[in-house]
């Protein structure tokens, strides 16, 4: 998607660390018109695949997840990060770890929300290990529904989490992709 | 908000310790139709009152942020709580306690996102004692930006904490307000 890539160029700040920081308009910060522009590309990615629910983690997929959802007329299911080891009630859970925090959270869905019948697309702001889309995907598993596929936002290349999941056979679109990041400038993997 | 009081009798279930639960349609799970609507509502309250900018608080007031957002053509920022007391960088924040894990976080928003010159709609999904709002309402003054109201989706009168923010002066709009809760029934506030 050229406008998300010339949103970063224009917008986004690289960090220390490997970060690159664009809460001035996909997290923190919303540009709810470029996000309903974020909205329109996944369902033109997605359109011909039947997806009945679209499934996200709080809190920076939710804006995605839900502009998806306005184009798609489908609706959307959060998971949530449960700090606790003590997971109870009619859940499907999952731990996930976070690279950025450095610590690992149960993820968790209500079994009420995702069913067998259900064909799945999962959305997130940013994919770079995978260990979110991970995490995702196995509870889409455990409730015995149908992946569709997986669409991140911005995925950082080099970190791989991307690459892995798609030789394991899923599909997965990034609406970026950043191949290196330095000091002086950013360098995107060709997609169209 | 007539299609707000329907929703929460069709779908909303009364758990004990005055527990609204609307998981299956407001949050967790989200009927991208009916969040549509209520963007809408939100547009049609405050379409005169010159907003700039929407605020809210992860995780369960984004999706009604960001429908506010897409209705009313404003960008949309969202406030994230820290749990560590340890706050730095550029930001604002403000403690905020939850009566219903019964800690207190600390709710941050960068500088960067509320400058003077913002006129500022604070949304989020439950109002109760308030707690959630007072927050929001402190960064906006810490900011120097105008306050243009608060709108939550559901209102438990109760509580009282949308009744003391009112007498305080604030306009605040509540899709729904449920007055009294039971196992056997709900009972609004009529306001239209």
């Given amino acids: 998607m050229k406008r998300m890539e010339e949103m970063i160029l224009s917008e986004g700040k690289v960090l220390p660390g490997g970060v690159l920081k664009v809460g001035s308009f996909l997290n923190q910060q919303v540009d709810t018109n470029f996000m309903r522009e974020i909205g329109d590309e996944i369902a033109r990615l997605y359109k011909d695949d039947g997806a ?84 995702l995907i196995d509870i889409v598993d455990q409730a015995g529904a149908a992946l569709v596929g997986c669409v991140a936002a911005i995925e950082k290349g080099f970190q791989l989490g991307g690459d892995k999941l798609r030789e394991q056979g899923y599909r997965v679109e990034s609406l970026a992709i950043v191949d290196e990041m330095t000091d002086d400038g950013i360098t995107f993997r060709p997609q169209y």
Same sequence: chains 1, 2.
């Fill in 52 to 135: 009945t629910k679209i499934l996200t983690i709080e809190s920076s997929g939710i804006p995605i997840a839900i502009s998806a959802g306005f184009a798609m007329g489908l609706p959307v299911v959060y998971a949530k990060k449960n700090k606790s080891s003590n997971v109870s009630g009619d859940v499907y859970y999952t731990p996930v770890k976070s690279f950025t925090h450095g610590d690992t959270n149960n993820v968790v869905v209500a079994k009420e929300y995702i069913s067998p019948e259900d064909r799945v697309l999962i959305v997130d702001d940013f994919l770079a290990h995978g260990s979110a889309l991970t995490g």
